[in-house]
C-alpha cells in the first residue's frame, strides 16, 4: 500500500529554515555519514511540495538555467507543487501544479505514486494538510546539530504522543534519524475528512 511519508531535515529545536528561508545551518554540517537520501528516494514515485519549498530548490540549485540537473534531483517522477501562482517550470521537468487543497489532489497524487509511496518534501504546512485530512503515515526527520532562534517549523500542528510511534533510530554522522509511525485519529463530526478538509492559508503552500 502506498504510504505517504514527510522526510527533512530539522535543527533541534525544530525549525526547517531561519526567518529568511535559508538552509546554511544545515550546510554547514559535516555531511560525511549523513542519511543515504538515494535509497530513500528509490522507493518514492511522487514528490509533493508548497512553493517555496519548489521555488528555494529551483534558486539554489539554478534548476532554469541548468535544466539538464532536474533529473539529479527529481529523476523521471512528477512532482506536485501546491501554489496559488503562475511558476516557472525548467525544460523536460514533469512538474504538476496544484491550486486546490490537499483533499482534493490527493486521488490523483496516489494514482501517480502507482506501487511506490509519496515523499512530501516540504514544507511543514504542506506536510500538516495531510496530517490534517489522516493521509500522514510516517514521519522520517534528520536531526542537525544546530539550534535557531526562530524561522520555518517542522511542523505547525499540534501532535501528541498517542499519535506517534517511534519506529526506529539511528545516528548517520553528526545527524541523528528518528522515523515515526503516525497513528489514525478516531474520525469526529467536526473533524477534517477526506471530503471536508481543513482551510489552508498561502502560508501554508510553502
Known amino acids: 500500500m502506498t504510504r505517504i511519508v514527510y522526510y527533512t531535515a530539522s535543527t533541534l529545536n525544530g525549525f526547517l529554515a531561519d526567518a529568511d528561508n535559508s538552509l546554511a545551518w544545515l550546510f554547514a554540517v559535516d555531511d560525511a555519514g549523513a542519511p543515504d537520501i538515494a535509497a530513500f528516494m528509490e522507493?518514492?514515485?511522487v514528490f509533493v511540495e508548497g512553493s517555496t519549498t519548489y521555488e528555494w530548490v529551483l534558486r539554489e540549485e539554478k534548476l532554469l538555467e541548468n535544466p539538464e540537473k532536474w533529473p539529479q534531483y527529481y529523476g523521471n517522477r512528477p512532482t506536485y507543487v501546491f501554489t496559488s501562482r503562475e511558476l516557472p517550470v525548467p525544460d523536460g521537468a514533469d512538474v504538476r501544479f496544484v491550486r486546490g487543497s490537499v483533499a482534493d489532489a490527493l486521488p490523483e497524487i496516489l494514482v501517480?505514486?502507482?506501487?511506490?509511496?509519496?515523499?512530501?518534501?516540504?514544507?511543514?504546512?504542506?506536510?500538516?494538510?495531510?496530517?490534517?485530512?489522516?493521509?500522514?503515515?510516517e514521519l522520517v526527520i534528520t536531526v542537525a546539530p544546530a539550534v535557531l532562534t526562530g524561522g520555518v517549523?517542522?511542523?505547525?500542528?499540534?501532535?501528541?504522543?498517542?499519535?506517534?510511534?517511534l519506529l526506529s533510530a539511528g545516528r548517520h554522522g553528526q545527524f541523528a534519524q528518528l522515523t515515526y509511525g503516525v497513528r489514525k485519529m478516531p474520525a469526529a463530526a467536526d473533524a477534517p475528512t477526506m471530503t471536508q478538509?481543513?482551510?489552508?492559508?498561502?502560508?501554508?503552500?510553502?
Open 43 to 45: 522507493g518514492m514515485g
Open 112 to 137: 501517480a505514486a502507482g506501487e511506490l509511496d509519496v515523499w512530501v518534501v516540504g514544507g511543514g504546512g504542506v506536510a500538516g494538510q495531510f496530517l490534517d485530512i489522516g493521509a500522514l503515515d
Open 153 to 165: 517549523p517542522l511542523l505547525p500542528r499540534s501532535l501528541g504522543p498517542d499519535r506517534l510511534e
Open 197 to 206: 478538509p481543513a482551510a489552508s492559508t498561502p502560508a501554508e503552500r510553502s
